[in-house]
């Protein structure tokens, strides 16, 4: 069977990054039907499909319906990161502000993923490499490693990242397969193949803040507080404070910490509008 690969369509609506979701950041991404009809889910298929976590003790094998059940924080990643000479990704590990821990990501791909994930906030926890899902197609059986698991209060979220022209065929039954194991106990699945115009350069202009602050002279609340009297422009903002050249330092803190709002498929200059 032949199955098309589609690229993501890329919307041109603004982002607000005071309320922006991880969804909204990265580019949709869609599994076709003639991809998910391959998967075998016949009678009883979410107990017949099973998931391998690994523990530092032993390995913990359920179905995929007891997902949800597993205590995921006590796991760790089941396949190991490596290094080598010559190899074409680059793996790494990268602070997350979120958790308060490094993480670790097999491409640069998966890297900004992460700072996406920091950024977006409410996260409780992210797990490289989680759990090595095996389930049945048409032709038999396969298996698939998602990049992350996504725990956020109450549900979760299965990531894979895989950039668009980088997909092929055999990676969508895989992805279909991972959306079919999420949904059974009620996560999310979402792959990032792609981002909205400009928000890269605009999370990693924003992540050089990120890190706690002290603000001793007091301009964080003239710079929130002139936001309130009605929007600027960014240049315009921070001159209008008691110290601009240190203000402009710490509007780009506020505004990774949603405490200031840009529209983030703009790029951040002295001409981007600042709001609340």
Avoid at 77 to 96: D, I, K
Wanted: aromatic share 8%; net charge neutral.
């Amino acid at each position: 069977m032949t199955v098309t690969v589609h690229a993501p369509e890329i919307e041109s609506r603004p982002i607000w990054s005071h309320s922006c979701t991880l969804d909204e950041l990265v580019a949709p991404y869609a599994i076709d039907a003639a991809v998910r009809e391959r998967l075998d889910t016949g009678p009883d298929w979410a107990r017949r499909w099973t998931a391998r976590w690994k523990t530092a003790s032993a390995d913990v094998i359920c179905p995929v319906r007891e997902l949800a059940s597993v205590p995921a924080s006590a796991s760790v990643p089941v396949r190991g990161f490596t290094w080598r000479a010559g190899q074409r990704h680059r793996p790494g590990l990268e602070y997350l502000l979120a958790t308060g821990r490094m993480h670790g990501f097999e491409s640069l791909a998966e890297r900004n993923l992460l700072l996406a994930l920091d950024f977006t906030g409410a996260v409780t926890e992210v797990l490289s490499q989680p759990f090595k899902l095996k389930f049945t197609t048409a032709d038999g059986s396969e298996d698939h490693t998602p990049d992350f698991l996504v725990l956020l209060p109450g549900t979760a979220v299965v990531v894979d990242v895989r950039p668009a022209h980088l997909i092929k065929e055999k990676d969508l039954v895989k992805f279909a397969a991972a959306d079919r194991a999420a949904s059974a106990v009620g996560w999310n699945y979402l792959v990032a193949s792609g981002w909205r115009r400009q928000v890269l350069t605009g999370l990693d202009a924003l992540s050089a803040r990120r890190r706690p602050m002290a603000d001793r002279l007091g301009l964080q609340g003239e710079l929130l507080g002139l936001v309130r009297e009605r929007p600027r422009r960014f240049g315009e903002l921070t001159e209008e404070t008691s110290l601009p050249a240190v203000a402009r330092v710490h509007a780009v803190h506020l505004l990774w910490h949603r405490r200031l709002a840009m529209d983030l498929t703009q790029p951040l200059d002295d001409a981007t509008w600042i709001t609340q």
